[in-house]
T-cell receptor, first 114, second 120 residues
Framework: DQQVKQNSPSLSVQEGRISILNCDYT??????FLWYKKYPAEGPTFLIS?????DKNEDGRFTVFLNKSAKHLSLHIVPSQPGDSAVYFC?????????????FGKGTRLSVIA | GAVVSQHPSWVICKSGTSVKIECRSL??????MFWYRQFPKQSLMLMAT?????????EQGVEKDKFLINHASLTLSTLTVTSAHPEDSSFYIC????????????????FGPGTRLTVL
């Protein structure tokens, strides 16, 4: 049973436009969510996170939105750049203290076309 | 951010041999490290949680005797794939968790670059 779902395996966006990556979760105990970016043959790198007490967190071109009632979060990248092309993983855990390991979605491959 | 290294970055071995993968936290002490495995086009699947000085906690379906984990120090955890078979070929990624921040509970996981294991 997959607790974190990224239903779009891939997404193509033109350079300069907005990229929206979606993530759904089923476990209502999750209260901390993260987005990671991963290039081939490399480990994931942390992008941005949000706790369940917030509905939005912004960091430069990256904004994460959380809709707790819908158990849905999204990552917005604007403007998208070719260097943003990578696989993006949504992750969640059940404790902001970090005592539980991350649960990952399957990832969405973003391609930003120049 | 904190730096986590893995060695080797890739390894090819014959079926039946054992392979050791090292994970090091370079600029912080990690009381907890995690080992993940990723098959092509799949998610990162947690294999085990490794706590310094104690036995690792394995996820359901992961064979303890096949994937030996040793977390002997606060900066080093090793994963040994024993008697490797072609189906063990995968991308293995470790992650180290930073200590809790003073005044705040948040602890982040930082990932190593991964190790590509190919078993012939």
């Amino acid at each position: 049973d997959q607790q974190v779902k990224q239903n779009s395996p891939s997404l193509s966006v033109q350079e300069g436009r907005i990229s929206i990556l979606n993530c759904d979760y089923t476990n209502s105990m999750f209260d901390y969510f993260l987005w990671y970016k991963k290039y081939p043959a490399e480990g994931p790198t942390f992008l941005i996170s949000i706790s369940s007490i917030k509905d939005k967190n912004e960091d430069g071109r990256f904004t994460v939105f959380l809709n707790k009632s819908a158990k849905h979060l999204s990552l917005h990248i604007v403007p998208s750049q070719p260097g943003d092309s990578a696989v993006y993983f949504c992750a969640a855990r059940g404790s902001i203290s970090g005592n539980t390991p991350l649960v990952f979605g399957k990832g969405t491959r973003l391609s930003v076309i120049a | 951010g904190a730096v986590v290294s893995q060695h080797p970055s890739w390894v090819i071995c014959k079926s039946g041999t054992s392979v050791k993968i090292e994970c090091r936290s370079l600029d912080f002490q990690a009381t907890t490290m995690f080992w993940y495995r990723q098959f092509p086009k799949q998610s990162l699947m947690l294999m085990a949680t490794s706590n310094e000085g104690s036995k690792a906690t394995y996820e359901q379906g992961v064979e303890k005797d096949k994937f030996l984990i040793n977390h002997a120090s606060l900066t080093l955890s090793t994963l040994t794939v024993t008697s490797a078979h072609p189906e063990d070929s995968s991308f293995y990624i470790c992650s180290a968790r930073t200590p809790g921040l003073a005044g705040g509970p948040l602890r982040e996981q930082f990932f190593g670059p991964g190790t590509r294991l190919t078993v012939l």
